[in-house]
């Protein structure tokens, strides 16, 4: 089985700065994707970024960044220039690559990040 | 491109009765999972269909079922509600391809049950 966790339960960062989360992971399985999500108050659930794990080069998306460690099964998310839309609860997620039927996410239990201004 | 929809997005029921949650996926998505989000238990993974046919279940009792239509749209239906099955239930929605298992969500059906 896998399990994801974030050591983590809550961070705060000033605006403009820059914050990274933390997130490990474990499993057995050498073909997998992993996921950050973040959910703010309003609770809708949002892809921020994915990696797939036989890719090396570490996913980017404008502002947000991953450190992806395979050996040490470390999954950080770096948020640059953090502005205040950035406060919600952050998820790491991990989901089994092979098999095209395996569709589930295990998440790990969330960091609350708030960006003050 | 719509987003994942579901309704209603809060229902209140009390214990014994049981309810129905509806998702609609993205246009062209044709897989549907369901998750059970609670403050003590986080996040937790219900069930998977995909053409109609289950393909993957959770650790959740058989109180909780769900099933797919033909256009892919999902219910999932949980009877004999307790006060524990009180969660925000999240749908997900992806595009069946190959190497694109990415989960896109539904704003959640919040369900309080008392």
């Known amino acids: 089985a896998q399990t994801v966790t974030q050591s983590q339960p809550e961070m705060s960062v000033q605006e403009a700065e820059t914050v990274t989360l933390s997130c490990t992971y474990d499993t057995s399985e050498n073909n997998y994707y992993l996921f950050w999500y973040k959910q703010p108050p309003s609770r809708q659930m949002i892809l921020v970024i994915r990696q797939e794990a036989y ?25 640059s220039d953090s502005q205040l839309g950035d406060t919600a609860m952050y998820f790491c997620a991990f989901m089994i690559g ?20 | 491109k719509a987003g994942v929809t579901q309704t209603p997005r809060y ?10 949650l509806s998702c609609s996926p993205i246009s062209g998505h044709r897989s549907v999972s369901w998750y059970q989000q609670t403050p ?52 997900a ?22």
Do not use: H, W
């Not at chain 1, 890719?55 to 948020?79: D, G, M, W, Y």
């Not at chain 1, 092979?98 to 960006?115: A, E, P, Q, R």
């Open chain 1, 55 to 79: 890719k090396q080069q570490n996913a980017t998306e404008n502002r947000f960044s991953v450190n992806f460690q395979k050996a040490a099964k470390s999954f950080s998310l770096k948020i």
């Open chain 1, 98 to 117: 092979s098999g095209g039927s395996n569709y589930k996410l295990t998440f790990g239990k969330g960091t609350l990040l708030t960006v003050n201004p």
């Open chain 2, 11 to 20: 229902l209140i029921k009390t214990r014994g009765q049981q309810v129905t």
């Open chain 2, 40 to 91: 003590g238990q986080g996040l937790q993974f219900l069930f998977e269909y995909f053409s109609e046919t289950q393909r993957n279940k959770g650790n959740f009792p058989g109180r909780f079922s769900g099933r797919q239509f033909s256009n892919s749209r999902s219910e999932m239906n949980v009877s004999t509600l307790e006060l524990g099955d009180s969660a925000l239930y999240l749908c």
């Open chain 2, 93 to 114: 929605s992806s595009l069946v391809a190959s190497g694109f298992k990415t989960q896109y969500f539904g704003p959640g059906t919040r369900l309080l049950v008392l």
